[in-house]
């Protein structure tokens, strides 16, 4: 049993004052006993008297607080379950995001909707049942179904995806595939708020189930390492989302071994930083809470050092000086060197011109004009007969307009290694990859055979190109669960897959895919190519939306369409309130009729 308005249960206070009452008033008669023999005889006959038929002294009393807690109870307006399902179509959308997987006990709330949703299979009358899985793009799981077996099958399957839940979107794609038909939309979720989808124009009901109770949890929200000046410092931010004040214990490791134990107190629904001074130098940081919650999704942060230091741009060739122009002003530190010369940075960006590839340097590539010949077949230049088109949108032309660029010519090359951005037909004029395990932009074309220079968008190209090249080669960075990742293989490589920070297998990579899904767990992982002799290795981190550190549960609630006014398909609360009055209104005959029998004898 439900109850829409709890809080009237305060006046049960009337049940207590009731009973002051008789307890205050006069209790006893006179009576006339002729010897204290007979007194005796009096209280044994008392004592023997059947226990429902000493109720009866009593019998007004106990029908009044009857009658009081039958109308109190009534104003509470109590309810058993809903009514049957209304409509030929119902759609759940069952929210699959990371905070799901907060225990409630011995289950998650993922596995409470779930029990939910087969209690709704059971009350389904020959009626078409669909089910939305809340993700960032919400996933049609099942469409009119009617089969009950498959329905529970699909159900058992249902894992939680670990991303941001988009149930806006959910709920208009759900309104949607009720255009043409009556149902309901039932949400199971746990942090949906009215609010955020009270402004949908909705066309059928809207009955949300907010799942949970808890709110034990503490949550590394920010995570991040910085070198300066030889020394590596941390900053570490905590929320507390529990009802008191908590002891948190913070475990610092790297490569498996742990560099530092902190522990600090953290106040209730705030915001709290930890400083980590002196740390030593590790390609990654694990902070990692160990105070028991109920919520292990966001108990772990990965960072990697970051530098502040800008690149070093080494010019191999006669670099053309429009470009020389632009990178004065992206770095400070550019040297014009030979391909054979000693003393690199490791770190360092190599532009190259009309270099054989054989002399290419180790390093981040770019590539301007390469010579005929080579593992690429480049080619003789061509006059150039069609305008060039982007035909694949990437970071690199962020901001960057090609319509009015005019290219004379270019050498044609083969780009079944590289990811082409940029053609004039058939023939490659811009492409990016990955080379000997670097990454590389390749131009296949050479500077003083365009006007691009001459428009503004050449040095905000440049600036993507180095951003591209710049980008830590050490790791992949940071990525959502499920997300894709663009990843160039290394043109030797035989062999790649993906692993755990302990080295477990997770997937192995399809090599000719330049894109592979992250995994679906938070958590540190490692992407390996072997090349018959070696191994090389770059690091990413898979962490939840920042929406999903918080856990709360919101209230449930339910959103009745305008525009369904067809009275068969409203849907209310079973509510026994005007059985309960009617109860107290016998009950309330019974009692007068009991005093006047009283009043009569």
């Given at each position: 049993m439900q109850f829409i308005a709890p809080i009237y249960f305060l006046l049960s206070i009337f049940l207590v004052i009731t009973v002051l009452f008789y307890l205050f008033r006069k209790q006893y008669e006179n009576q006339i006993i002729p010897s204290t023999l007979l007194w005796q005889q009096v209280m044994r006959e008392w004592q023997a008297t059947k226990w429902w038929k000493k109720l009866q002294n009593h019998i007004l009393l106990y029908l009044q607080l009857l009658i009081l807690f039958l109308l109190m109870l009534s104003i509470t307006r109590p309810f058993w379950s809903y009514l049957e399902l209304s409509g030929e179509h119902i759609i759940v959308v069952l929210d699959s995001s990371a905070s799901m997987t907060t225990e409630e006990g011995d289950l998650t709330r993922l596995d409470l909707a779930k029990n939910e949703l087969l209690n709704l299979i059971d009350h389904l009358d020959n009626q078409r049942l669909s089910i939305i899985l809340v993700e960032d793009v919400p996933k049609i799981l099942l469409a009119n179904e009617t089969s009950k077996q498959k329905m529970e099958s699909m159900i058992s399957e249902v894992t939680s995806s670990y991303r941001h839940a988009d149930v806006r979107k959910a709920i208009q794609v759900a309104n949607q595939l009720l255009s043409d038909t009556t149902g309901e939309i039932h949400v199971f979720s746990d942090r949906v708020n009215k609010a955020d989808v009270n402004d949908l124009n909705l066309s059928r009901d809207l009955i949300v189930n907010n799942l949970g109770i808890t709110t034990k949890n503490i949550s590394l929200h920010n995570f991040g390492v910085a070198e300066k000046d030889g020394n590596v410092h941390g900053l570490l931010t905590i929320y507390n989302e529990d009802e008191e004040e908590q002891l948190v214990r913070i475990t610092i490791e790297s490569e498996g071994k742990i560099i530092q134990e902190i522990q600090d107190i953290v106040e209730q629904g705030k915001l709290h930083q930890l400083s980590l001074p002196d740390l030593p130098v590790k390609p990654y940081y694990k902070a990692m809470i160990t105070t028991v919650d109920n919520y292990e999704a966001d108990n772990t942060a990965i960072a990697f050092l970051a530098t502040e230091s800008k690149p070093t741009f080494y010019l191999i060739g006669d670099i053309n000086p429009f470009i020389t122009k632009v990178l004065n002003y992206l770095s400070n530190d550019i040297v014009q060197m030979k391909s054979d010369q000693e003393g690199i940075d490791k770190n360092g960006i190599f532009i190259?011109?009309?270099?054989?590839?054989?002399?290419?340097?180790?390093?981040?590539?770019?590539?301007?004009?390469?010579?005929?010949?080579?593992?690429?077949?480049?080619?003789?230049?061509?006059?150039?007969?069609?305008?060039?088109?982007?035909?694949k949108q990437d970071p690199i032309f962020q901001f960057v307009n090609m319509d009015e660029v005019y290219i004379q010519s270019s050498a044609s090359y083969q780009d079944e290694e590289f990811d082409t951005i940029l053609t004039s037909g058939d023939i490659p004029l811009i492409s990016k990859g990955n080379y000997q395990g670097n990454p590389i932009v390749f131009l296949g074309f050479d500077i003083a055979d365009t006007d691009w220079p001459l428009h503004a968008s050449f040095p905000i190209f440049l600036y993507n190109v180095m951003n591209y090249l710049t980008e830590n080669q050490e790791t992949l960075g940071y990525v959502k669960p499920l997300e894709p990742v663009e990843f160039s293989h290394s043109a030797v490589a035989t062999e790649s897959k993906i692993v755990t920070e302990e080295g477990k297998k997770v997937t192995s990579l399809d090599m000719n895919n330049s894109f592979f899904q992250a995994p679906r767990f938070p958590?540190?992982?490692?992407?390996?190519?072997?090349?018959?002799?070696?191994?090389?290795?770059?690091?990413?981190?898979?962490?939840?939306?920042?929406?999903?550190?918080?856990?709360?549960?919101?209230?449930s609630f339910s959103i009745q369409s305008k525009h369904n006014t067809n009275s068969k398909d409203q849907k209310n609360p079973n509510e026994i309130w005007p059985l309960l009055v009617f109860i107290a209104f016998l009950l309330l005959l019974l009692e007068w009729e009991v005093y006047r029998h009283g009043i009569s004898n």
């Open positions: 190259v011109e009309q270099l054989p590839e054989k002399e290419w340097p180790n390093g981040p590539l770019f590539i301007l004009s390469p010579p005929t010949g080579g593992t690429f077949q480049v080619g003789e230049k061509k006059e150039l007969t069609i305008r060039p088109q982007v035909v958590g540190l992982y490692r992407v390996l190519e072997y090349n018959g002799k070696s191994i090389s290795e770059k690091l990413f981190a898979v962490s939840i939306d920042q929406q999903d550190k918080y856990i709360k549960p919101s209230e």
